[in-house]
């Protein structure tokens, strides 16, 4: 197939502004599935996926389009995340692109997402294609929404298909501007192999496939190929593409192809995604520029509700982490919570994500501490050390320095809440950068925040007073000195470690009233009182009580029946298991979790 | 020769009460007839093992509703197929409304010394709350009525967490029965049962709080003793000597055997329990038993059936689980749930409330 056949391309798209519906628009025009096949958001796969609207990895699927020109050509669909935790992800799947699909709803415009990965898109040279859809809803404002395009991003966008995915109207349209608008891909095939990988997952039979864009020379079966970041070698079992169901084993693929390898790889860690794949008996001069490693940004720990299903949660962890090189996690040990292990995410939904994976996939019950971001301590002796647990919280008069990560981000909304919204990121200790306005009526701000202020609620919160209308998304800064504490929990005057968090000194005091607070509210009362207190170092600083209780009694106990009595006991004994047993104090399961919940 | 206790159950009532859920049915003259006649059966049937009997005890239901003739011929058989000690305590439950002078007469010739009357509330709006079909002066009369056809040794019912009940009218209560002069007094707190008619909203919503329930407990127990009803067990009180020998059998371990459709027994080392069935009762020339228990009265059951009594768990009785015990018992003195004396530990009027948790904790 001759290069100036094929288009490779991604679709851009806010949550819910119809990325999927058109992928499988696309994937129906192309007839690339039966449309007897079609079951809604085909490419989509994961439950959760489907559940949330939003795509979490990377795939790609081979079309075959014959254009009103009359030439056949190969589309290659390539789907990003969507999401700002993602954001290297879809920087290397947009660097398997020349082109990009701008789905904007034509009553919403554009949001904070859409913005950033546009801006990603036109970072590496992609062509933009502007589609404007949902046409068909009544609030649909396309020639607003065109202008704002062009007035934000500075792309024209008068001209841009104004489609309906959901009821299929103008799509033709836009397979028509990805053949004119979207350049071919080039590169040579005699030359050395150069691919890029931009996913990866692993298969039980075939071991890890690994998605690629060959940007120069050919792969074939039986090719020994290295991965230049790991070194690692391995020999080319398959190579081909992918039809919307299965692998098609090609034999070969070639420069501006897009496919997949399976070489009997048998870690995902070897696989880093943005690592460039060559010939090992003819290795290229240099690998594709952008890898990066990914390293997690924020630390929870994970345990199950029933210590006896830690084996179980190991091994649901070890699965996941086949498919996710990006989920980190080892053991560690709580009073409270028993065995467990620390898990790292590269953020809060990717957290989120792998947790609902081992609830619903794996069925476990799960206890997560409230998470954590990576401080960098300086101690006085001059040795910096990284804590992600805060057990690990060195002792203040050790510390000459504490540092804390913070973030650059950028929130659209509609012009009426800026006020709500500033008002949320200077409680936040938000630093304002700049507003600008992207019409009448919208704007996009941009503050430093730190990102421990993120990582709780902060994106439920916008939502909330933003009616639902605000968009976010953020990049990491790098560390600034912070005035930190760590704050303890203790139950009967007993510090309870799982329930440990650092903060900031100025916040310390209110968030220790509200955890106190959710605490009484959710540790039922018992034979002893609970005292709940909150301290820093051994300051007391919030103090509650859970009284005791004052009548569980079976007051009737005649007839005899005394079997019966005996199993009651024995029930509510059983039921006191699901709680954890701190000393005398029985802590239910959700009074750790609403800690997490805490609202602002 | 070994000691049992009997208890018969009497499946039949007048009018089901709101609250109760034991099990009974409705009342027919053939039907008490016919069951009479299958208690005798089953009777017989333990003729065999000569045992010797020094309680009996008929509850129900409301066993008032047997004549005073059918009374007679099952304590007839008891004496026939059983050595029926001299001082033999037997008990039967009654209905107030059910108490004419010629019944008590017929039952207290029929060989019962102890009646437990289903009093509940010396307060008529109470009475009313419960749907019971007699009034405060009713049950006073039934008790005076007892009285004068002999009967020395009377027991009453009492319900405490109803609605509008203070402090003030459960004293009200317990002192008008006191001043009746009988023997005993069997105070329980009002529990909605599943299924039962209280078991909805409306009932719930006007009933106290737990602390209110608490409050009201706390209460019966001082007026009780104060007025010389010792707490023996978390719902009994007796003057001295009076405490029932009977319901003593179940806290204590000791052998009873149950004729009669849901009766229990604990028998021959096995607890085991009659079909909720009067019909097949009836029909089966032997009661059908389910064994619910094949190695009663080990320890955990030993001490929770002690902790109830007020006489308590001698820790000497128990020496493999001293250690544990006696490891818990400092917290539990210092919340005033428990006495720890002469190496027993027994509960107080507070750990009563807390009955259920407290023994847990001790036990498990």
Partial sequence: MANEKIRNFCIIAHIDHGKSTLADRILEKTETVAIRDMEDQLLDNMDIERERGITIKARAVRLKYTAKDGEDYIFNLIDTPGHVDFNYEVSRSLAACEGAILVVDASQGIEAQTLANTYLAIEHDLEVVPVVNKIDLPSADPERVCTEVENVIGIPAMDAPKISAK??????????????????????????????????YYDSYKGVIIYVRVKEGTVRVGDNIRLMATGAVFNVVEAGFMDANSLVNNGSLEAGEVGYIAASIKSIGDTQVGDTVTNDDEPCDEPLPGYRKVNPMVFSGIYPADGAKYGDLREALEKLQLNDASLSFEPETSVALGFGFRCGFLGLLHMEIIQERLEREYNLDLITTAPSVIYKVTMTNGEVQYIDNPTNYPDPALIQTAEEPMVKASILSPSEFVGNIMELCQDRRGIFKDMKYLDDTRVELH??????????????????????????????????PSKLVKLDILLNGDVVDALSFIIHTDKAYSRARKIAEKLKENIPRQLFEVPIQAAIGGKIIARETVKAMRKDVLAKCYGGDITRKKKLLEKQKEGKKRMRQLGTVEVPQEAFMSVLKLDS | MSNTGLYIHVPFCAKKCAYCDFYSGSYSRKDSDDYTDAVIRNLRHYAAESLTADTVYFGGGTPSLLSGEQLKKIMDEINRGFTLSPDAEVTLEANPSTLTPEKLKSIHEAGVNRLSIGVQSMSDSELKFLG???????????VTDAQDSGFSNISCDLMIGLPGQTPDSVYSSIDALSRLDIQHISAYILKVENGTPFDCDEVRSLLPDDE???????????????HGFMQYEVSNFAKSGFESRHNCRYWKCEDYIGIGPSAHSCHGGKRFAVESNTREFIESPVQNITITDDSPCGFEEYAMLRLRLKEGLDLRRVPEHRLDIEKKLPQLMREGYINYENDIVSLTAKGFLMSNSVIEYLIF
Wanted: charged fraction near 30%.
């Fill in chain 1, 167 to 200: 009821m299929g109207i103008n799509i033709e349209e836009v397979l028509e501007r990805i053949v004119t608008d979207i350049p071919a891909p080039k590169g040579d095939t005699q030359k050395p192999l150069k691919a890029l990988i931009f996913d990866s």
């Fill in chain 1, 447 to 480: 503050y430093e925040l730190p990102l421990n202020e993120i990582v709780y609620d902060f994106f439920d919160v916008l939502k909330s007073r933003t009616r639902g209308y605000a968009s976010f998304d953020y990049e990491m800064l790098g560390y600034t």
């Fill in chain 2, 132 to 142: 019971r079909n007699h009034t405060a002066e009713r049950a006073a009369k039934a």
């Fill in chain 2, 212 to 226: 209110e329930t608490s409050d009201l407990y706390l209460a019966m127990v001082n007026t009780m003793e104060a």
